[in-house]
């Protein structure tokens, strides 16, 4: 397709129908499908919506992609602890899907699901989100941890409080934890 043909009009989802929108979510629902994740943990983050770099200057205000380097920060920190750098060297990841909501009574904030390797760590895993969200840049101090049923991720895809639902799922930030390999006879 040549690009130069794309207009913004053509990006967004006004023309989608509901139940469009209804059967992306189901689709990303069965894509992320988090029953094989261990102990699955949901979180709720809020972002600081302008900050001021220096006195005297203007404001900047955030954005979606501010967003998500942020979201991928607070990713690969969560991997550094509760695995360690070695596992990640050698392919380990925990799983991690987020969302990005905002609207017009909304202020930006993300639902995330992240997977926790063993099911004591859930509080160890609260403690570091409290103190490493709000430590980068855009992280704002009220955040929820608390651990994930199977509704959480329909809660993620709904329709409302999402500008544009296309593209508030983060996917530079998705990591699907490894599938156990099955080694069969032959």
């Known amino acids: ?77 969560i991997n550094a602890k509760l695995i360690g750098r070695n596992q990640r060297r050698c392919g380990g990841r925990l799983g991690f899907f987020a969302v990005i909501e905002r609207d017009q009574k909304t202020r930006l904030h993300a639902h995330a699901l992240v997977e926790c390797p063993d099911e004591r760590k859930i509080d160890y895993l609260e403690r570091l989100v409290a103190k490493h969200w709000p430590q980068t840049r855009w992280g704002y101090r009220q955040i929820v941890v608390k651990p994930c049923n199977k509704l959480w991720l329909r809660y993620m895809t709904k329709l409302q409080t999402k500008a544009d639902y296309m593209t508030a799922h983060d996917w530079s930030v998705l990591r699907l934890p490894e599938k156990e390999k099955i080694l069969t006879k032959h």
Request: aromatic share 10%; hydrophobic share 30%; charged share 25%.
């Open 1 to 77: 397709m040549n690009n130069s043909n794309l207009h913004n009009s053509d990006l967004d989802n006004s023309d989608l129908e509901d139940s469009d929108l209804s059967d992306y979510g189901c689709a990303v629902r069965k894509f992320v499908d988090f029953r094989s994740w261990q102990n699955p943990v949901a979180l709720s983050l809020t972002f600081r919506q302008c900050i001021r770099p220096e006195p005297y200057h203007r404001r900047v205000w955030v954005d979606e992609i501010a967003a998500s380097q942020d979201l991928n920060h607070l990713s690969n920190t």
